[in-house]
């Protein structure tokens, strides 16, 4: 079964360096499939009451799991070490909202899209003169460090739209969240899911604003050469989508429907 084996400041050190990418045949002779998630950008993946890890990728790692016939083994790390440690062959692949970049297609391999995220601006209901991405000019925002639904896009927006007054980077949606609710931050540049989930369980504090700065897809990441793993997993997005499986859990994690239909069926290049 889909286990969570140790903490995000343990990891880096007890993870095993996989010499080289360990396709389905490998994996199976192992007898798991090593992968990682952030655990803290929830409705995606975070910790539940229980100590357990859950959420929208999580419940796709679960089906993927039965599907190829292998245990996996899935472990929370920061988000700033998860790229790199995917690209040193420490794990097998990534369940936690990946988006494909140029730069990631040219890195990882990747399955088809089982999501999709757009970037949009959170403004507090407070901050009534923000109607969008164009009007952060002077304003506290804030997003996840580094992250290309953050960071990236929120750089680029004060670039071509003008300066923050400051800008402020998270390790994770619930820190970023809250610093909007107790009045921090004036607003934020997140994916839309996770705000509307969000929004959804604290009802007037925050609300999404104009159009999506940028609309990208999510797909599970994995290292070079793990063409039988790709396969597998394809296999399992395809038939989730088929079945019914992945609208469900969309309706559950983030109120959206028929969200197969907003999905391709290839890795976009």
Request: a negative charge.
């Amino acid at each position: 079964m889909l286990r969570r084996l140790i903490s995000a400041a343990l990891l880096a050190a007890c993870l095993p360096s996989l010499a080289s990418a360990a396709d389905l045949d490998a994996i199976r002779e192992r007898g798991k499939l090593i992968a990682v998630t952030t655990g803290n950008l929830p409705p995606n993946t975070f910790v539940d009451k229980n100590n357990e890890l859950t959420g929208f990728d999580i419940d796709v790692a679960h089906y993927i799991e039965k599907k190829i016939g292998v245990p996996i083994e899935i472990s929370r790390l920061d988000w700033k070490g998860i790229l790199p440690g995917l690209q040193a062959g420490r794990f097998d692949a990534v369940f936690s909202n990946v988006n494909m970049t140029p730069e990631r297609l040219g890195m990882f391999e990747y399955s088809i899209p089982y999501s999709r995220s757009a970037i949009v601006v959170v403004r507090s209901t407070k901050a009534t003169d923000i109607n969008g991405y164009d009007s952060l000019v002077g304003k506290r925002v804030g997003g996840i460090a580094g992250g290309n639904d953050g960071e990236i896009p929120a750089r680029a927006i004060a670039k071509e739209y003008g300066d923050f007054k400051k800008f402020t980077g998270y390790a994770g949606y619930t820190e970023m969240f809250r610093d909007l609710q107790v009045g921090r931050i004036d607003a934020v540049i997140a994916p839309e899911l996770a705000s509307a989930n969000f929004i959804r369980e604290n009802p007037g504090i925050a609300e999404i604003v104009g159009k999506p700065y940028s609309v990208v897809y999510v797909g599970v990441p994995m290292q070079p050469g793990s063409d039988k793993l790709k396969a597998a997993i394809d296999g399992a997005i395809r038939e989730m989508r088929e079945n019914g499986t992945l609208d469900a859990l969309a309706k559950k994690y983030f109120g959206i429907e028929h969200f197969s239909d907003q999905l391709i069926d290839e890795v976009p290049h």
